[in-house]
């Protein structure tokens, strides 16, 4: 009976330690999950970390890149309208200097007409010359030469050269009282200022 007590309890050690060992087992293997649940959850957390700073380096980065794009979008485009100015100002100007050197051609034929007294106007060398002035004069104006108005105009230092002053009766200061030379605008832009007298 003793011996049947002592199996008896030997078997109860043997289960009891079994059942430790079961669940010493079972609880290392708790640990063991959750020591991996704990480092996957740990290397997802710095993955997203990693992700969240390759993403903000990314979009600074990608900002960066958006700046630039704009930037050069819009040097273009100032290009582009600077260049269509400059192609636009060459056709508007490419007859400067031979305007220039017409002008001069005018001033004689003006000089030629005003010098003849009126019996000789009805001279045909003076219609002639009457005749060709005012076709230079056409010309002239349709490849956008134009005279610039100056007697009784108040004196423009854009238009206007003064070469004498002169205090006169009756008319305002800075008024343009005579033209030594008339002055020419071509597409807008003076080509020659007229040479003129001015009241002080």
Known sequence: M?????????????????????????????????????????????NELDVENNSDEENV???EYYDRLLRLQAEFA???KRVEREKADIYSYANEKLATDLLDILDNLERALDSQDDSNKDNALYEGIELVLKQLKETLKKHGVEEIEAMGQTFDMNLHHAVMSEAVDGVESNQITEVFQKGYTLNGRVLRPSMVKVAQ
């Open 78 to 80: 100032n290009y582009k």
């Open 61 to 63: 980065e990608n900002n």
């Open 2 to 46: 003793e011996k049947e007590k002592g199996d008896v309890q030997n078997q109860k050690l043997e289960d009891d330690n079994l059942d430790n060992e079961i669940h010493n087992n079972l609880r290392d293997e708790e640990v063991n999950e959750q020591e991996d649940a704990i480092e996957h959850d740990t290397e997802i957390y710095e």
